[in-house]
């Protein structure tokens, strides 16, 4: 083998592995605002936290097992009677819509918030679903 080739050979690897570099971090970040980054939904979650806890009621109710359950059923808690009836079920899909815009999706509603990045909201319902199970 001659050095030419030799060097071709080299350099055809290298370029190999920057691509599979570049593939990889292309599939680590994955499409935006489908998958939701649970230790960053914890710091924007203190933002929920002037009003709300995982186990206490506060100025909103409790958000113990809140992925999966009837919107207005925390025992003890005050809720707006349009919440209450809603029918509302906080499907992952009901608490991105919820979380864009309350008032949108209950007009009555008392919970006066907004997350408008869909990215952060993907990330606090993420952490909502490891961490208030
Ligand atoms: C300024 C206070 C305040 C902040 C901040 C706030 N909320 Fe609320 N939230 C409320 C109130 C009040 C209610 C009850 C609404 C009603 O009864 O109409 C509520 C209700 C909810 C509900 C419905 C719960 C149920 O049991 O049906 C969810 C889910 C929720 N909030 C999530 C969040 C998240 C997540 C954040 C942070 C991104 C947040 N809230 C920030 C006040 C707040």
Known sequence: MNVWSYFVRLRSTAS???????LALLCAAGPAGATGDAARGQTL????????SI???????????VVGRKAGSVPGYDYSPDLKN?????????L?????G????VPETKM??????????ADIIAYLKEKAR
Request: charged content about 20%; some cysteine.
């Open 16 to 22: 190999l592995a920057v691509a599979a570099v570049a």
């Open 55 to 65: 186990a206490e009621n506060g100025v909103g109710p409790m958000h113990k097992g």
């Open 45 to 52: 979650y203190k933002g929920c936290a002037d009003c709300h």
């Open 96 to 100: 991105d819509k919820w979380l864009t």
């Open 112 to 121: 006066f918030f907004d997350v408008p990045d869909a990215q952060d909201r």
């Open 102 to 105: 309350p008032q949108a999706m």
């Open 86 to 94: 809603s029918g509302i079920v906080w499907t992952e899909d009901n």
